[in-house]
Structure formats: C-alpha cells, structure tokens
C-alpha cells in the first residue's frame, strides 16, 4: 500500500555510531575579535582562530576605576595613605587627618516609641545630644587641626601655625595693608590663639603698639579679646602681629550672609529674619557699651570683622589694629566714638538689604527705603537713628539706643537664659558619665598589683583576690571555640552592677577550675572599696 509517510532506512540506523558523552570536545573559550572572521568560506564555524575570551575582558576593564574607594569606617592604619586618597583626592599640599571624627556613629537610629508613659525614657534620654556632640567635635578637630610639611615659620613664642583665610585674594580695604589670620599654639601655655598679620607693616612709634594693652581691660561677651601684638620679620618681610582668643569654626558676617548661591553659582539675596537683626544690635550694642567704658572706640565694624561663633553669637574681632595703624593720626576719642554709630548702622544695614556696597557707599536713602519691603518702622528707625549724626554740640549715648529698644534687650535677655537652662540640662545628663572610668581606675590599681605594704601576694590573698577572678568574668571570658567574647553589653552591664551594688549574685571561676565562688556583685563591691581605702592608708615603716 501506498502511504504519505516516508520508510525508515534501517540500513542507516544500523550504520549510525552509538552516542557517547566522552566523545565530546570541552569548549573553551579562545580569544576573538570581531574583525576576525568567525566562519569559514563553507560556512562552518573555526574552533582554532577564534580570539575572543570573555573572561579576560580587556577592553571593560580598561574603563573601570583602579583606585580603592574609600572606607570611612577602615581601623588599620598601615592602609590610610591609600583609603583616603580617594576621599581626599590628589591634593598634596595638606595631608588630611589619619581618621575622620566617627560623630556620625551617635545617630538615634529607629524606630523610635512615642507611646511611653511619664517614668519611661529612651536610651537617648540619657545622653548628650547628637548635634550637640557632633559640633562639639568639630570644633575640637578645628582646633587640634595641623598642617604637615608647613612652609609657615615659628613666630616668638607661637607654633604650628595653620591659615585660616578662605581666600587667597589680598586685601587692603579695612585696615589698609594686607591682612592674614592663622591659628597657632602659644609655647608658654599650650593654648590656642588667632594670629592676625599686618603685611608689610613697619612700625614708626613704640607708643602705637603699646596701646594694645589698653584692650585687654575690655572683658564682654561681645568682643574677641586681645592678647599681644608684636612685630616680626619671620615671614620675610616686616609684619604686625596682633593676638587674640581662638573661636574654632567661626565665621565672619560675609561667609555667612553673603555667599549665598542658587543652582547655578549665582549669588542670590538672602532676606536675614529681623529678630536675627535685633538681636545682633542687641549684642553689638552690649560690645559698644564696654569699648566706650573702657575709654575706647571700636573703629572697626565691617562685615569681614565681625565674626559668628556660634548659632546667633556674634563677636568683635580686630578692634585694636586700627588703633595702631592710625597711632599718627591722633584723632579725639570723642569724635571715634561717635563714628562707632554710623559705622554700626553702616553694618546693620549692609546685612538687611545684602549688599556689602553699604560700608563704602555715601548716600544711604536708597538702601534704607528698601527696609520698608521686609522690615518694621521700628526697625528702620533704629537704623536712621545710627546713621544720622548727632547735631553739634550734641552727642549720642550708647545708653540712648539701648533704652529705645528696650524691649528688644528683654527678648534677647530671656533667650539668652532659655539657651542657659538648656545647656545647664544638657550637662546635668553627663555629670556621673565617669562613673565606670572611676570604677576601672580602682580596678586597675588593685588587680595584679605587684606588691603592697611589703608583701607581694597582696592582690593574690583575701579579697583582692575574688576581684581577680571577676576581672576574669567581665573582661577574659572566652567562648565553646576558645575565642574571646568581645561583648561590651555584657562589660557594661557587669560594672554597672558593680558600681550600684546589686544583690545579683555570678559564680566566679579559677584559671584552674579548682576554686568556685558564688558572690553577690554588693560584696564585690565592698571588696572594692575596702581595698581602695587600704591602698590609701600610709604604709607601715
């Protein structure tokens, strides 16, 4: 019969070969580039010139970064010098800190409760704030800060002297020679202090420097002391050199309120709050008042001058220079301090309207009409009140400005004290934060003390020996594999029993197993004590 289908040929089936897997090539990848032929001209594929090996990937590779990125939370210091130089790039000129603050560990990390009744506190509670304590380390970083390889000389009795300018730009615009400040370390006492230097400066009057000494009986909150002036040629040239308190991390009223930038690097204006002015008046005011006691004048009130050094904390700065600078000029006190006004409103004014143009500019209607857009009259009162002067034989009286905004010092005044109670809260919470370091302190006094009062086994007999073993509990406990157990919860919690005296009681155990003691964490530490007292004691002759 005829059929649709096809025959199988069994003469085919009988000559084909049996399947065997061993037969089999591998494939192995071969290098191949795309030029190379992959076929040949009958259309079958060539297993031995093909070059393409992707596990080499040259050409990728070539395009992937070869520097390590860096790990801000590396211990080791052998591998500093390669960690950071990703971070801090290829700048050579400053060599950055071995390792950056780890404020950023305190963050309080959620999910945080606030179903908790009035006797409950989170952990947080019971510690100093997280941006507290960040701007507490910055400024101790800022102030432990040093240049390695520093070209900088040693001045008289100063070192380690770091730049502090943000730019490199001369300028002679307030004092009328180029002006540098650093931060140095004072050999005498190991403090920190500002360096502010003169350049090119030549002293004509031994008298001009001597009335330095006339700013140190000025003491406000308001005005950065002075220290010394002196003059020197370490820097190649004849430079003045005045010395005032170091303020870490401030900021001049320019870095502050007129280097504000869009998305673009544009400067844009920035409208500064007027309860942010009052209070600057307010604390300006409370400066001008002590100068002017003091039988002085400021003279110096730029913007580039008065320096922030903290949030809503502002502070003279330079107040003498111009009174050396000036010595030959011999103009009367009077007619400086009644100069300090116009150049206070010249201030005020300038960072209202944000325009530094203010301090040099002589017809002022046109900054002042632009109060009226974001400000009170009575704000602009007390501007134009500063910027006229007084008619002769009249003159202004610092105590004038501060009876008209009375009500202004009293806001100030109460903030001030608001601010107060919160620190002195603050602190309140670190007051017995060495308890542990007092109870280690002890510790370690006692605990395989070499000899006491003549006898050697002292801290092995009595007592001192049960703390011994539980120095052995807290901190030399191993686990099944013969590891340490770093677990500081558990170090912490065992020395704040101890320190509390808890009636807990652990089981103490020898290096050598023979001796076991059950104790109450209450007499270990009366052990404690008693030990500590008999250390005390004068020994017997």
């Known amino acids: 019969m005829a059929s649709g289908t096809a025959t199988p040929n069994s003469q085919l089936d009988s000559q084909s070969a049996t399947f065997n897997p061993a037969q089999i090539r591998e494939f192995t990848p071969q290098n191949y580039e795309i030029s190379d032929a992959g076929l040949s001209n009958d259309g079958t594929g060539s297993e031995a010139h093909g070059t393409y090996d992707p596990f080499q990937m040259t050409s990728v590779g070539q395009t992937l970064p070869t520097n390590t990125p860096y790990n801000p939370y590396i211990d080791e210091s052998a591998t500093l010098t390669s960690n950071g130089a990703a971070y801090y790039g290829a700048s050579t000129a400053f060599i950055s800190p071995g390792q950056p603050l780890q404020y950023h560990l305190y963050a309080p990390i959620g999910p945080h409760r606030e179903d908790l009744l009035a006797y409950q506190r989170h952990a947080h509670d019971f510690f100093m704030p997280d941006a507290l304590r960040e701007d507490l380390q910055k400024k101790a970083e800022a102030t432990f800060q040093v240049m390695p390889n520093s070209q900088l000389p040693t001045l008289d009795s100063y070192h380690s002297l770091v730049a502090l300018d943000t730019s490199h730009r001369k300028s002679a615009t307030v004092f009328g020679y180029p002006s540098w400040v650093y931060k140095a370390t004072s050999l005498k006492n190991g403090f920190m202090y500002t360096l502010r230097r003169l350049e090119g400066y030549r002293l004509t009057n031994e008298r001009a420097i001597r009335s330095v000494k006339d700013w140190r009986r000025v003491n406000c909150g308001g005005v950065v002391s002075v220290v010394d002036a002196f003059t020197t040629r370490a820097f190649g040239d004849s430079s003045l050199i005045f010395v005032t308190n170091y303020h870490p991390l401030s900021k001049t009223l320019v870095e502050h309120h007129f280097t504000s930038t869009n998305r673009f690097g544009n400067r844009v204006a920035q409208t500064v709050p007027e309860p942010v002015l009052w209070n600057y008046i307010v604390q300006l005011a409370s400066a001008v008042k002590s100068v002017h006691a003091a039988n002085l004048a400021v003279r110096c009130m730029d913007p580039s001058k008065v320096i922030l050094t903290d949030k809503g904390r502002i ?30 409103g010249k201030l005020i004014l ?192």
Request: hydrophobic share 40%.
């Open 315 to 344: 502070r003279l700065n330079a107040c003498s220079v111009l009174d050396v600078v000036q010595f030959d000029a011999q103009r009367p006190l009077a007619e400086l301090q009644q100069e300090d006004f116009i150049h206070f």
């Open 350 to 541: 300038s960072v209202a309207v944000n325009n530094l143009s203010v301090m040099t500019s002589h017809n002022l209607m046109g900054f002042v009409e632009q109060l009226n857009r974001n400000y009170t009259p009575e704000f602009r009162d007390t501007v134009v009140w500063l910027l006229t002067p007084a008619q002769a034989p009249a003159t202004k009286n610092i105590t004038e400005l501060l009876s008209g905004i009375s009500n202004h010092v009293i806001d100030a005044f109460d903030s001030s004290l608001h601010a107060n109670d919160t620190l002195y809260s603050e602190i309140s919470r670190e007051v017995e934060n060495g308890r542990l370091a007092r109870l280690l302190m002890k510790l370690g006094t006692i605990n395989e003390r070499p000899e006491h009062d003549n006898d050697p086994n002292w801290s092995e007999t009595g007592d001192r020996y049960a703390l011994k073993l539980f120095r052995d509990y807290v901190f030399h406990q191993v686990n099944a594999e013969g590891k340490p157990v770093l677990d500081m919860g558990h170090m912490v919690g065992c020395l704040n029993k101890l320190d509390a005296g808890s009636q807990e009681k652990i089981i103490l155990t020898s290096r050598n197993e023979q001796n076991v003691f059950v104790i109450t964490y209450n007499e270990l530490k009366k052990q404690v004590n008693a030990a500590w007292a008999e250390l005390q004691k004068p020994s017997r002759r």
